[in-house]
């Protein structure tokens, strides 16, 4: 990676304290960021949904429903769940979010299970 003047050891390589002072901040001080645009995707999602089961029910049924607001929100909660990982990977916050992580998605697959039942069942 080809690094702007100023930044690097010279060596080739660009240490995480080099991309952090190109981008400004540290990645992990964004995980406000990715958790509220998890949410944002899934209320997306689930407004679709909603959309589709209402004015097409005759080509997306109810079960069709069901179906696809669950597949989609358990690939969304992996893609989170990596996205928040990856960005506290090797630093001293890693731990700290796991129960930030658990309990946006368990929030997340009870709204999924509640609105499944009460609007698309």
Do not use: H, I, R
């Given at each position: 990676m080809t690094l702007p003047k100023g930044f690097g050891s010279g060596g080739g390589g660009a240490s995480s304290s080099d991309v952090s002072k190109m981008i400004g901040r540290r990645i992990e001080d964004y995980i406000g960021l990715i958790t509220g645009m998890f949410v944002a995707l899934w209320?997306?999602?689930?407004?679709?949904?909603?959309?589709a089961v209402t004015y097409y029910p005759w080509a997306y049924p109810p079960p069709s429903a069901h179906f696809a607001l669950t597949v989609l929100t358990i690939i969304e909660s992996i893609g989170y769940l990596f996205c928040v990982k990856v960005a506290t990977e090797g630093t001293s916050k890693a731990k700290t979010y796991n129960g930030l992580i658990a309990g946006v998605i368990v929030a997340i697959a009870v709204a999924t299970i509640?609105?499944?039942?009460?609007?698309f069942g």
């Open positions: 209320a997306g999602t689930w407004g679709g949904v909603a959309v509640v609105t499944d039942c009460v609007f």
